[in-house]
């Protein structure tokens, strides 16, 4: 017997027809259309979902059959006692029992069930409910189980640093913010410091494995809009690190950095990017990849001049980004206000890319973020635990590296290859700082699950995102707590027995890595 191979060894690269192209070209190839594409598909399954009525239609059904029987044995009682106890011909007798089955037949009772729904809806809409159809209305009422996706639901869907890792300080960022002020960073040493609990006896390598720095990706397919993924990380056992604030700028402990403390030390992730940002920092009409728009998104908002920096040192030569080796480079005129005085002879060279091969490449580390200051050798162990800790908790880490080159070296304009960084016989890079991204829950949805709660009512996420990712976000929300404190994947799903299956939606509030299938 002759196995077709399966559709990812057939179409390595295929995509729906829903998604947009947002950079590069190349040559598509129709292989299914309507009901056979993937979206086909899914409308297939949602329209095989079997529908359940409500408690008031089935006790209309219900009431409706007893009240047939009750009108069926009247009338066939009221046909014989007309006909042979009264005398009436048999078809006088018959239409004797039809006018009355006839009249006691509830004609009004549809009526009267739909002005209370009615009425229900609209008390509704009056408390910012819309509802489409009106025996959802009882639904509602009766909810004990609420099932909800993850991105753009529960979430913003709009990736945001959320922290920034330096060699002796942290910084958490506010994710909700509206007006461009530096204290959008705040110094906290103590956030984030420690693997996440289900992640305390894994290795890093098995962190990295379940973590959105994966290059596994979602479902087991290669994520479409992060590419600086990990491919292998080292266990490390870091030294302790003293909080330090003596540099210029930088600040104490439970304080905001200036905004030319946050140029400095996000510059790499601004000037080497070819992202647009959108309008006031928001999603409107921004072009790029987001995760590299959230670094910008989070300069704009500590009151950097994003595109004025970009004008003043535009991109001089170029290495492009590739998913073989992770990471970009771009060089530019140095600014003393970033990079210090001196450098008239030089270019500044920007590195971004994947963590644990940025580390790879780095000789040195700037002493807490400051880029215009000293420098010191890099402490490598301590970098390969941020990564591990901050992926235990579901964070994309990005790493932002340096160095100077003489203006010799390079021709204005050129397209340099990947050994311009990794093809030199030694370290020469110097490490500034880790971004921690993710898509940040929306604030009102933690509180209207705080609510729900109260309400008696279970909150349940099933996304297609990362474990730790999901397991993170649930934290956030509340929907992950003591009862509820793990998360399953959907392979893990598909591989349960019916029984197995029906204990586990009893036992998980969140569903990680969830196929269409698993959804619907």
């Not at 990380?233 to 403390?261: M, T």
């Not at 400095?264 to 309008?279: F, N, T």
């Not at 970009?310 to 206000?337: C, G, N, Q, R």
Request: proline share 4%.
């Amino acid at each position: 017997m002759i196995r077709r191979p399966p559709r990812s060894t057939l179409f390595p690269s295929r995509r729906s027809s829903d998604l947009l192209v947002s950079s590069g070209s190349g040559k598509g190839l129709v292989i299914a259309t309507g009901d056979y594409t993937q979206i086909g598909l899914i409308n297939n399954m949602v329209q095989q979902t079997e529908s359940r009525k409500t408690d008031v239609l089935e006790q209309i059904d219900q009431v409706s059959k007893y009240l047939a029987y009750f009108i069926l044995a009247v009338g066939i009682t009221t046909f014989f006692v007309a006909w042979l106890h009264s005398g009436q011909p048999p078809l006088d007798a018959l239409s004797t029992a039809l006018t009355c089955a006839v009249a006691m037949i509830p004609e009004g009772l549809e009526a009267i069930v739909t002005m209370v729904y009615g009425w229900a809806v609209t008390n509704m809409a009056k408390q910012n409910a819309i509802i489409r159809a009106l025996p959802a209305v009882e639904t509602l009422g009766s909810v004990t189980v609420i099932c909800s996706d993850k991105t753009g639901t529960l979430t913003k869907n709009e990736m945001s640093v959320v922290a920034f890792v330096t060699s002796k300080a942290r910084y958490k960022v506010d994710t909700n913010a509206s007006s461009r002020v530096s204290s959008n960073f705040v110094r906290d040493d103590s956030y984030l410091t420690k693997r996440a609990d289900h992640h305390t006896t894994n290795s890093a390598g098995d962190i990295v494995k379940d973590g959105p720095n994966s290059s596994e990706g979602r479902r087991n397919k290669k994520s479409d809009d992060y590419e600086f993924t990990v491919d292998n990380l080292e266990d490390a056992n870091p030294e302790e690190v003293s909080p330090s604030s003596n540099e210029v700028g930088v600040a104490a402990n439970g304080s905001s950095p200036d905004s030319a403390y946050v140029k400095s030390a996000l510059a790499c992730g601004v000037l080497c990017s070819k992202c647009v940002l959108g309008e006031n920092g928001t999603r409107k009409n921004e072009i790029g990849n987001p995760t590299e728009l959230s670094i910008l998104r989070a300069a704009y908002f500590a009151d950097v001049d994003v595109e004025g920096i970009k004008k003043e040192s535009p991109v001089v030569a170029e290495v492009p980004f590739s998913s073989e080796y992770k990471f970009m480079a771009t060089i530019h005129d140095p600014l003393p206000e970033i990079d210090g005085e001196g450098h008239d002879d030089d270019y500044v060279v920007y590195v971004k890319g994947a963590p644990d091969r940025m580390v790879k490449f780095c000789a040195n580390q700037c002493s807490n973020g400051v880029t215009s200051g000293p420098v010191e050798s890099i402490k490598e162990d301590y970098w390969l635990e941020q990564i591990a800790v901050l992926s235990s908790h579901g964070l994309r880490v990005l790493a932002m590296c340096r160095a100077f080159v003489p203006k010799s070296d390079i021709e204005a304009g050129a397209q340099l290859g990947q050994e311009f960084v990794n093809g030199r016989s030694e370290r020469w890079l110097t490490l500034v700082g880790l971004c921690a991204i993710m898509d940040p829950p929306r604030p009102e949805c933690v509180q209207a699950i705080k609510e729900a709660h109260g309400a008696g009512v279970r909150v349940a996420m099933i996304t297609g995102d990362h474990k730790d990712t999901a397991t993170a976000i649930g934290h956030m929300l509340g929907i992950v707590d003591e009862k509820y404190s793990e998360a399953v994947t959907g392979s893990e799903l598909d591989n349960m027995t019916d029984d197995q299956l029906k204990e586990a939606v009893m036992k998980y509030n969140v569903f990680a890595r969830a196929s269409p299938e698993n959804k619907i």
